[in-house]
């Protein structure tokens, strides 16, 4: 069992190339993985997102084999991509590795990553490889816009229906669940493989009548108020449309489903608003369902605000809202 | 002093928003930092990059301060883009920061990698914020090709002069002194500073006359190994022609001068061969004599090869070909 210490950097490297060769789509490729830098094909607006899960912050080493390790860390990047609306071409992994790290380990990390993104379009061009003494994964994803306009943060206005894909909480629920030692189940699978809206996200852009996107990482309550911000409104919450996933209450949690729902986080669904009243709801309603995606209308834009918040948020969750990196709540 | 603890995420963000604002040039920059991903204007080609430092083993804590690291992290990643002859346009920066960090070394940190970038013309567009046990920085940068071809590796050909820009060794050294106390000096500061050579090797790219290019991060020795490897040529160094720098023979470092010049490391100077005689080399000659840039011509390539190599390098360089993340010397 060879470890990266032994093989070194560029043995490495030269794996990486191999699957990529295999496994990755070569479309606009024009120089990829053994060069300076990657030369991609590109349109005339480009879409570039970092995003990095580190041990011992978003994962223990357990929790994860490194198979779902890869695909994990690709699928929360290219979220960023979906909630845009937005289609993913190319790929950068940073990968930070411990010396004592596995060498068939770091290929199974990466080859599922390829996969992953191949299994959307997208293909690895480049990236970086260095040690360290916990693993930490960094990934950009580049992305052009579908059809359609670019889904933001910001277009969020009075008289907007507020929908959520998904169960969200299901993620955050499974970390607990890890924590214990539980290993298995639709909560901890919930959090090990996040979901790919890519095709559903391009159809909303594409439908004219989205007005606002984001994607559900820091918690739906945070996520919320992220769009609230950007787009100067309220938004009055209803609570009881949201779907719970049966699992939450079975699961023997420390709080309550709905406190998860809320303010979970990592769970990677769509939120977003809907100009155009009924017509406009039924037409996502419909996108949805073809795509076999649940759907929840959570809400409404009331006003717009010089104080943009949610309203309508049970105390449960104000004790929980959301995820922050460094520990503090606000 | 506030921490990062204390402030959390999003208060550094929206600092990092501020920074950019008055600081990073906005052409191209469709939709910035704040959204889910940036969206930039690109033309038909984009290059792209990822670079990461790490704490504990790129630099220990104490050896540069949060400017000098945000400065650092930044060249190292752009010296790629320089190394294809492009240009640097966008720049996302992953953070992964102790919770302990202080706020106002962390905005010091990207103020300082913002003002770098904007000094070459670039803009920081995204990124993410995430705690870790160790600093580490992870910096993609996205480029377009100058006027004039992209430069490769694998261009090189018999008959090609190979040339160097700089002093490499100095940073290596510089790294021996840091280790030992010392943190003053020529080669600290090449350390810690390492050179931006975009305008030049735009330049060289628009000659039309650069065969192949890399530039120098893991030792001169193994990166024109790359430059053998990529082109399957062999190469002929010439020793003597080598710049010393002065200052590593002066500073009691442990092995001879020539070591750190063939295989220091993390000297960031371009590498490249030229094709078309005298005419061809006087003219990067002139080029690099124009830019201010010291230039030695090292090299010739002699010959294609089915096992492509460095020929001509002394006993006392091969003891150390180079720097390898693994710990692992080939």
Redesign the interface.
């Known amino acids: 069992m060879a470890l990266?210490?032994?093989?070194?950097?560029?043995p490495?490297i030269e794996a990486i190339k191999k699957l990529v060769q295999a496994e990755a789509p070569r479309r606009g490729v024009?120089?990829g993985i053994?060069?300076?830098?990657?030369?991609?094909?590109?349109?005339?607006?480009?879409?570039?997102?970092?995003?990095?899960v580190?041990e011992?912050?978003?994962f223990l080493r357990d929790w994860l084999t490194p198979a779902q390790l890869g695909r994990r860390a690709f699928r929360v990047a290219v979220s960023?991509?979906a909630?845009?609306g937005?289609k993913p071409r190319?790929v950068?992994?940073?990968l930070?590795l411990p010396?004592g790290y596995r060498l068939a380990d770091a290929r199974a990390l990466v080859a599922s990553l390829i996969r992953d993104a191949a299994g959307v379009g997208a293909a690895l061009?480049?990236?970086?490889?260095?040690?360290?003494?916990?693993i930490?994964i960094?990934i950009?994803?580049?992305?052009q816009?579908s059809r359609g306009a670019?889904l933001?943060?910001?277009g969020a206005r009075r008289g907007d229906a507020v929908y959520l894909t998904g169960c969200t909480g299901m993620a955050a629920a499974g970390v607990e669940l890890l924590k214990r030692g539980v290993s298995r189940g639709v909560l901890v699978s919930a959090y090990r493989s996040p979901p790919l809206h890519l095709d559903l996200a391009a159809r909303l852009a594409g439908s004219g009548v989205v007005s606002a996107?984001?994607?559900v990482s820091d918690g739906l309550l945070q996520d919320l108020q992220h769009i609230c911000r950007?787009s100067g409104v309220d938004v009055q919450l209803d609570e009881s449309a949201l779907a719970l996933a049966p699992a939450l209450a079975r699961a023997g949690l420390e709080r309550e489903p709905l406190s998860y729902a809320l303010s979970g986080g990592e769970d990677y669904e769509l939120l977003f608003s809907v100009r155009g009243g009924e017509r406009a709801n039924s037409r996502v309603e419909s996108l949805c369902s073809d795509a076999g995606c649940r759907l929840s209308r959570i809400g409404e834009v009331v006003a717009a605000s010089s104080t943009p918040g949610v309203r309508g948020v049970s105390q449960a969750a104000i004790a929980e809202p959301g995820y922050?990196?460094?520990?503090?709540?606000?």
Chains 1, 2 share one sequence.
Do not use: C, Q
């Open positions: 990266l210490a032994d093989v070194g950097e560029f490495f024009r120089v053994g060069d300076d830098a990657a030369a991609l094909s590109t349109t005339a607006t480009t879409l570039a997102t970092t995003d990095a580190v011992g912050v978003h960023d991509i909630a845009m937005g190319y950068l992994a940073a930070a010396a061009v480049g990236g970086n490889v260095s040690r360290a003494d916990k930490s960094t950009t994803v580049l992305g816009p670019l933001r943060r910001s996107a984001i994607d950007a922050e990196h460094f520990g503090h709540k606000t």
